[in-house]
């Protein structure tokens, strides 16, 4: 079974830290790129994050910059998103998506294919 499994999320309060993760699991072929998306209530799904398998390129979104990283067991398939000086304007739900064979993983999240179920981060003040 092909499937993108996060794990990681929770509740924290401000200031805190999470650390999600997702395994591309099943799939034949190694990805091209995986990457972070979430969606705040009453919000529009947006990029966080994302990373490229081969050469390591990565990108996060002008609201994390400085405190998100993004990295990458490529051997295990694993992407991790590394979330420090949480606030309460990142609670949503995160996303994680995957590309096989070209494209982007930051940007046009209707082309992507492959999602993770899910998974809540709660922020409080």
């Known amino acids: 079974q092909v499937q993108l499994v996060e794990s990681g999320g929770g509740s924290v309060q401000a200031g805190g830290s999470l650390r999600l993760s997702c395994v591309a699991s099943?799939?034949?072929?190694?990805?091209?790129?995986m990457g972070w998306f979430r969606r705040a209530p009453g919000k529009e799904r947006e990029p966080v994050a994302a990373?490229?398998?081969?050469?390591?390129?990565?990108y996060i979104t002008d609201s994390v910059e400085g405190r998100f990283t993004v990295s990458q067991d490529a051997a295990k398939r694993t992407v991790y998103l590394q979330m420090n000086s949480l606030k309460p304007e990142d609670t949503a739900i995160y996303y994680c998506?995957?590309?096989?064979?070209?494209?982007?993983?930051?940007?046009?999240?209707?082309?992507?294919?492959?999602w993770g179920q899910g998974t809540q981060v709660t922020v409080s003040s």
């Open positions: 990373i490229y398998t081969r050469n390591g390129g990565t």
């Open positions: 998506a995957a590309r096989f064979t070209g494209g982007s993983c930051s940007h046009a999240p209707d082309g992507i294919r492959d």
């Open positions: 099943g799939y034949p072929s190694s990805t091209y790129c």
